[in-house]
């Protein structure tokens, strides 16, 4: 396939190396530059140099998928300026932290096939073109809706590139399952500057034990079947798997970035409301983030 992955971040970065040896891929950034050099090192610490093609808009109207990995708050403003350029058999993936672009995205492409994904693969950019694969995960992928598409081709695509990748009929689900972790994880890491492995200290447990049981409620809410205390084991697992790494959130607060916490904690808050649900520790996480961010210039 002819791929364009829009946004060269850590994530879409890995699938450009992930997808290149069976696929025509560029990438598509800020920048006006038309070739992407970067230096990769895998898990097992082999490097490799790869250079990518960047910004060609032949290959752009010529291209069978758009994977597009920026940040979640990013994504209309970056698909806006491509709009007249994608051709109509071009699929889109969306694939960012949180839950809540996807209204959006359908009205700017009322006729395209949009899939949603979520990965909790792990990567790192220790600089601006070098790269490290930081921890294996898992992807999930699934159409934006179930009448649009049932082709689950573009999951065994991904499956082939970086597996495991899993075909979901309904993307929502493993969608809030991932929300549920980043409300975990991400606010609490970016306020206390720590490492992901520094939660499992026993002076974070009550606090997110309580994140996670109201991310429950809200799920249950919402018509999913989540057991007591699933998601915060879920979170403990991730929380271990990664436990030398840097959330993005945790990132983004050090470099006095803006941050996905509307998209990930502010999604939770605004569906919380719909049924009339109390999340005070959300709340509370959702104000101290939004403050700090707020206090970046001030």
Known sequence: MKITILGAGAIGSLWAIAL???????????????????????????????????NHIDHLQQSDLLLVTVKSFQVITALHPLINDLSARCKIVIMHNGIGSHDAVKQLFPKHTIYYATTSHAALKTAESTLRHTGLGQT????????ISTDNSIADMFNQALSPCYWQDDIMEPLWK???????INPLTAINQCTNGELANEGYQAQLIQICNE??????????RIKNGELYQQALTVIKATADNYSSMNRDVFYQR??????????????????????PVNTQLWQTITSMESSYHA
């Open 140 to 147: 999930f992928i699934g159409p934006l809706s179930s009448v």
């Open 215 to 224: 991310v429950t409620l809200v799920m249950r809410a919402e018509g999913y």
């Open 178 to 184: 991932k929300l549920a972790i980043n409300c975990a």
């Open 258 to 279: 803006p941050t996905e916490i509307d998209y990930i904690t502010g999604y939770l808050i605004h569906q919380a409301k719909i049924f009339d649900i109390a999340v």
């Open 20 to 54: 290149q040896p069976q696929h025509d891929v560029q990438v598509w950034t800020r920048s006006s530059i038309t070739r992407y050099p970067l230096t990769f090192q895998s898990l097992s610490g082999k490097v490799r140099t790869y250079c990518f093609d960047a």
